[in-house]
């Protein structure tokens, strides 16, 4: 990122109006390209759909707080300017994760925020007490992580900028958690593990997903549409608490 790029994102991400921001990375729902895992027990285009639910689910949730909301956004700019309105966007850009991750990190304390989370939208129940409470612990500790069930996490916040946090991480795989703290300590700087919860990524925890929370707007979905798989005689039928 150039610095008309820096000065376009820092002039798009609103002004600060709390001394935190919450980054919500979120993609385009495009069938294929997400909730892969999901599939055969969802067609892909389903898995798309249940996707487009839990990114409503995590935004909707996350505007409630008072904090800042900036979505960082991967896909059609249009796709997000109209299903959220009331919110900030901008780009992820070019590279990994790694590097995005860093590179909003930075711009959002160059922007004045003093308090920088990333959350995904593979969570969609994740209680907001958690996210609070992560945020909260930014005034003992450097960083802040919801760990993930999975190896990875589902939130990482700082007060500071920390340029190694997000360096040679192995993504998508169960050595993030463990690599990233192994990055933090190598920085000395002081962090908090909370947690853990878990993304949506697979049929066992989309089952769980059901268990936990089964009328949210995913949960009834993801039923509806397993129910028409099983019923067709293509996948198993979902396991409910019902």
């Not at 979120?26 to 898995?47: D, E, I, N, W, Y």
């Not at 993930?148 to 920390?162: K, L, M, Q, T, W």
């Not at 908090?192 to 949506?200: K, R």
């Amino acid at each position: 990122m150039d610095k008309s790029e820096d000065s376009t994102w820092l002039s798009t991400g609103g002004c600060p109006k709390s001394e935190a921001v919450l980054l919500v990375f979120a993609k385009q729902p495009v069938a294929g390209q997400v909730k892969t895992r999901l599939t055969p027990a969802l067609t892909s285009h389903q898995a798309a759909a249940f996707y487009a639910f839990s990114q409503q689910q995590t935004i909707e949730t996350l505007c409630s707080v008072h904090h800042d909301l900036v979505i960082c956004y991967s896909g059609a700019k249009d796709y997000f300017e109209h299903r959220y309105p009331q919110c900030a966007l901008i780009a992820q850009g070019e590279g990994t994760l790694g590097e995005r991750l860093t590179r909003a990190f930075k711009l959002s304390f160059l922007h004045g925020w003093k308090k920088v989370a990333a959350v995904g939208t593979d969570s969609p129940d994740l209680p907001l007490e958690q996210v609070e409470h992560g945020l909260d612990e930014l005034d003992r500790s450097d960083v802040a992580l919801i760990a993930a069930e999975d190896g990875g996490y589902v939130f990482a916040a700082s007060r500071r900028y920390i340029p190694q946090m997000f360096e040679n991480i192995t993504w998508s795989s169960e050595k993030v958690l463990e690599q990233t703290v192994e990055r933090l300590v190598a920085s000395h700087c002081s962090y908090c593990l909370l947690g853990p919860w878990e993304d949506i990524d697979d049929l066992p925890s989309l089952n769980r997903l059901i268990h936990r929370c089964p009328d949210s707007r995913c949960s009834r979905y993801a039923q509806r549409c397993l129910r028409l798989n099983a019923a067709k005689g293509n996948f198993t039928q979902p396991t409910t608490g019902e």
